[in-house]
């Protein structure tokens, strides 16, 4: 091994990649911890990674008839009681408004809640009930239907181990649901906004994942279905990156969403729900960040190009300033994909830090401009995804930036397709399949394993119970094939996904 390289961020992955994730967060200047346990307060850095997030997905779902609504942060302890699984999923991470005011306490000093609500109220965890309470007013016959909604809003979810951005008690979402007339139709359309994340998480966040069906036991709490996508982060774990179901009727029953049919008769409507939310940047930082720090597709950059003039104490730096201004607007006039590109310019006299804090926030390309530059006509770039620096003609660059940028995109996606190729393995030796997950840790999460399951619960909890592995999904592309189970040996038809997962 030869000596290691000095690092922006300490620890690198592969000393200890959870610490790892953290620092790039904080070096980044994302986000930080906040006050409030298992909450975060999101810093403009990451919230305009999260705004050019919601943009694109919002007209993506858009383009599909989906519209927007706004439904309340509190839900009624009796509307959560309507689906038996869903509360039971849900109940061990509530929070509860039970009081709703304060008032002196004369025992302890300070205050005290007061004013006991006849009902308590839940904060969202998510909102299927009491958007199924206005669905059932809504509906009264097939031509009221479908109704395709989406909400753009924040969920808590009580967790006791909370990682920012992974999993936090409170943290920002969409949630899309819609009611349907017919069986048919909702499955085609939970179908539809897992392609719909595919593109996004894919093409966006530049993510491979892999597309299929959760088992039983790892269904949405009350779903009759739960299919996902799935991405493998750099340890090799899987981190689902966004979930689409079927609900079936348990909720249209629960909610009383009921319409006249063609026939005239009373029916239940089917309905399905679907998430994203700010686990997805966590998944990025993940799959892309390297030791330098945050690294950031192009294309949900908050921007593009940031230009380093090179300024002399003393001078006035009228020329150089000016000729980064120039750069500036001449970069700005280019189109890259839904936005034009965007430029930042660091005047900051804080010597070689400057560079290196840009690094550290991931911005795609790097532009250093001094008078020898500009003499030359040249500028001296850098991009985020490679360790060389080059000098390029200025026109030539600015023609070329949108190029870069896409390549750049492209690059960051082919990287993690190999990455999955390298790490991914059909296994059928339960033995082999014990030893991968046992030696592995740290960095070396084990892998992406395909194994055949015979399909019993049991020997999905046994394996999650020696291994903490789980399946993370049927992939739809899995093909029918003899096998064992890699646990029981008994007879299976196809290969499940199995991973370690955030
Ligand atoms: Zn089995």
Same mark, same amino acid.
């Given at each position: 091994m030869g000596k290691k390289n000095k690092t922006? +961020?300490?620890?690198?992955r592969e000393d200890d990649y959870p610490a790892w994730y953290q620092e790039v967060i904080k070096a980044s200047d994302m986000a930080e911890n906040s006050p409030v346990r298992g909450c975060m307060v999101i810093k403009p850095w990451g919230y305009a990674i999260w705004e050019n997030i919601v943009r694109q997905m919002d007209i993506m779902f858009k383009e599909t008839g989906v519209k927007n609504a706004y439904f309340p942060l509190f839900i009624p302890l009796s509307y959560l009681e309507k689906e038996a699984e869903h509360v039971e999923g849900f109940a061990k991470e509530c929070a509860v408004v039970t009081h709703h005011k304060l008032e002196p =306490?004369?025992?302890?000093g300070g205050l005290k809640p007061a004013g006991k609500l006849a009902e308590p109220l839940i904060v $969202?965890?998510?909102s299927e009930t009491i958007i199924g309470e206005s669905m059932a007013k809504w509906t #009264? #016959?097939? !031509? =009221? @239907?479908p109704i395709l909604l989406n909400q753009w809003a924040n969920v808590v979810r009580w967790e006791m181990r909370t990682r920012m /951005? @992974? $999993?936090?008690?409170e943290f920002l979402w969409q949630e899309g649901h819609t009611a349907h007339a017919t069986e048919q139709e909702a499955k085609k359309r939970t179908l539809l906004m897992l392609d719909v994340y595919t593109k996004f998480v894919e093409e966006y966040l530049a993510m491979p994942v892999i597309r299929g069906r959760k088992t039983p036991s790892e269904r /949405?709490?009350?779903?009759e279905d739960t299919t996902c996508i799935e991405a493998m982060m750099q340890d090799k774990r899987a981190l689902q990156a966004g979930t689409s179901h079927f609900l079936g009727q348990n909720f249209a029953k629960g909610s009383n969403i009921t319409f006249q049919n063609e026939e005239g008769k009373e029916a239940f409507a089917w309905t399905t729900s679907w998430g994203t939310s700010t686990r997805m940047v966590g998944g990025m930082i993940m799959t892309h960040s390297d030791d330098d720090g945050l690294v950031v597709p192009? !294309? +949900?950059?908050?921007?593009h190009v940031v230009i380093l003039p090179i300024l002399k104490k003393g001078s006035d730096n009228r020329e150089v300033l000016d000729s980064a201004q120039s750069l500036k607007d001449a970069l700005e006039q280019k189109q890259f %994909?839904? $936005? %034009?590109?965007e430029v930042e310019i660091d005047n900051r006299d804080i010597g070689g830090a400057r560079g290196w804090d840009w690094v550290k926030k991931g911005i795609p390309v790097r532009v250093e401009l001094g008078p020898r530059d500009i003499e030359k006509n040249c500028v001296f770039m850098a991009r985020r995804d490679e360790s060389k620096k080059q000098s390029m003609n200025r026109e030539e660059f600015i023609d070329q930036i949108t190029d870069v940028l896409d390549n750049m995109q492209d690059n960051l996606f082919n990287r993690a397709v190999n990455r999955r190729k390298e790490n991914t393995f059909e296994i059928d030796d339960k033995d082999q399949f014990y030893q991968l997950y046992k030696k592995?840790?740290? /960095?070396?999460?084990?892998a992406f394993v395909m194994s055949h399951w015979c399909g019993s619960d049991q020997c999905e909890t046994d394996i999650k119970k020696d291994l #903490?592995?789980? +399946?993370r999904c049927i992939p739809f592309d899995s093909p029918t094939e003899d096998g064992h189970c890699i646990c029981c040996g008994n007879a299976s038809s196809r290969r499940v996904l199995f991973a370690k997962a955030y």
């Open positions: 922006a +961020i300490t620890p690198t =306490d004369k025992e302890n $969202r965890p998510t #009264s #016959s097939y !031509r =009221d @239907l /951005f @992974l $999993r936090t008690s /949405f709490p009350g779903a192009p !294309r +949900i950059a908050p921007a %994909h839904e $936005r %034009h590109v592995s840790k740290g /960095f070396n999460n084990g #903490s592995v789980t +399946i």
